[in-house]
């Protein structure tokens, strides 16, 4: 088997994610032979660095040794088994451990398979909970523009990248949205927790108007991710933290892109020093695995559905895979690398190399900004520096940076006009230097004309 023979049976029957098919007539598609460590190979034996830890789901690289062995255990005693009626001892401590690991208040924790899916949870809980409590009035959601919380309708709808959206609004039910904090619109000169505080007025303001209908707002703590790695200070999750208990409003944490160690700490929201009333985590949750997904919250929200049969409060939301044995156990394993390796102490020491490797490029004309939270570095190429003009969307730079990147052993796949690398935390300096020259290089070629 060599690489276009596989490509070519791909072709005639797979249709791929996020993908614009007719590109494959030109843009040639990589298939994967086997993964070890941040390596990825292909059937003509060349390799890639997964500089974006394969769509940010990978946290200690791939086939671990460690990790396989958890998940070969789990398959020889207990693949699966229905979470209704059912239990088993990986559900129960993964639970255990994400309540003890999890921000203060988060006791109790819903299971689904895939991040939208625990979007979907989060949301429906938050207006079933109103609904129990006599506040049947309460059915709208507060977002944050730029934000991304998944491609299902509900999540789709309380999502604000219009790449993704547009398409589908007339299915969408409607959301309350306001201006993000996003700092790279901040002033000359303005510190990025200026810039966030000051952005808190227009929440604030929703919030007023709004309280009385609106269930929760929903965030993605310190990086929207999707909407291109923009950044902005934990003092808005403060802000925002208080807002929402005096206008009794629920916050939703989404932090299935940046939770497990992504910003420097083990949760985002640890830095803003705030507990959400319902905390989204996937993605990284089985260090890149098995999907699986979980919702925690607190006792009293879990006590408003805790009544008796016929009474019809109880939360009746279910998914075949809810609770994976397979996907909990890589969970676990997971969790345990964290504690054996002092992971976040080790990240810092990453994040500071990924820093030094990049800082000439802030000097570069076509860069606007690069702008780092933790494991996460962001380059945004622009057409005008002084101005921040975007490159248009049309042109595709960022397809050029990818294309770069694959000639030269590099997984970079841009976010429109954004180069950014979220690797595995195994990445190793001097593959840090690699990646940075790749980036830079990809850059130039991008911007040339
Ligand atoms: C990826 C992502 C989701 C959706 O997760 P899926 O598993 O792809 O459905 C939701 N929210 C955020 C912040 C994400 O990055």
């Known amino acids: 088997m060599n690489n276009a023979e596989l490509v070519k049976r791909d072709l005639s029957v ?3 994610p996020c993908t614009k098919m007719k590109d494959h007539e030109w843009l040639p598609m990589i298939p994967i032979r086997r993964a070890e460590g941040i390596w990825l190979e292909d059937y003509d034996g060349r390799r890639y660095l997964d500089a974006v830890s394969s769509w940010w789901v990978n946290l200690f690289g791939h086939a671990h040794p460690y990790i396989n062995a958890a998940v070969q255990q789990q398959a020889q005693t ?3 088994v229905m979470l209704a009626g059912f239990t088993h001892q990986a559900v129960v401590e993964l639970s255990e451990r994400l309540v003890r690991l999890t921000p203060a208040g988060l006791e109790r924790c819903f299971y689904a398979d895939n991040g939208s899916a625990a979007v979907e949870v989060a949301l429906k809980m938050s207006f079933h909970y109103w609904r129990n409590n006599g506040r049947a009035g ?9 934000s991304y919380h998944g491609e299902t309708l509900g999540a789709l709808a309380v999502g604000n990248v219009q790449l993704y959206k547009d398409t589908y609004a007339p299915l969408l039910m409607q959301t309350i949205s306001v201006p993000s904090p996003d700092c790279f619109y901040r002033q000359p000169g303005e510190s990025c927790a200026s810039y966030s505080e000051r952005m808190f007025q227009p929440m604030r303001e ?3 108007r709004h309280a009385e209908e609106v269930c929760a707002v929903i965030v993605e703590p310190l990086v929207q991710c999707a909407g291109g790695m923009r950044m902005y200070d934990p003092v808005y999750l403060k802000l925002l933290r208080a807002a929402c208990d005096e206008f009794g409003v629920h916050l939703i944490a989404d932090e299935i892109a ?3 160690g992504r910003t420097g700490t ?6 803003a020093a705030v507990s959400p009333d319902f905390l989204c985590l996937s993605k990284g949750l089985t260090g890149g695995y098995l999907p699986l997904s979980v919702v925690l919250t607190g006792d009293n ?3 408003a559905f805790y009544d008796d049969y016929g009474s019809l409060r109880a939360f009746l939301h279910s998914h075949s895979y809810t609770g994976n044995a397979l996907a909990c156990s890589a969970a676990l394993a997971t969790l345990d690398l964290f504690e054996q390796n002092d992971t976040l102490a080790a990240n810092r020491s990453l994040a500071a190399a990924m820093a030094a490797a990049t800082a000439d490029l802030g000097d570069h004309p076509q860069v606007a900004e690069v702008r780092q939270t933790g494991m996460i570095l962001a380059i945004e190429m622009v057409k005008n520096k002084l101005e921040r003009t975007p490159y248009p969307w049309q042109e595709r730079r960022g397809l050029r940076v990818y294309e770069h990147g694959l000639a030269n052993g590099m997984l970079l796949r841009p976010l429109g006009n954004v180069v950014y690398f979220m690797p595995p935390y195994i990445i190793e300096p001097d593959q840090i230097a690699m990646m940075a020259d790749v980036a830079r290089q990809g850059i130039d070629k991008a911007v040339a004309d």
Do not use: D, M, R, S
């Open 138 to 146: 309460k059915t709208k959601f507060i977002t944050l523009e730029n």
């Open 206 to 208: 929703a919030l007023e």
């Open 78 to 80: 207990l693949e699966h």
């Open 301 to 303: 929200i879990y006590q």
């Open 266 to 271: 083990l949760f985002a929201c640890e830095q």
């Open 14 to 16: 797979v249709w791929h």
């Open 258 to 260: 940046v939770g497990f």
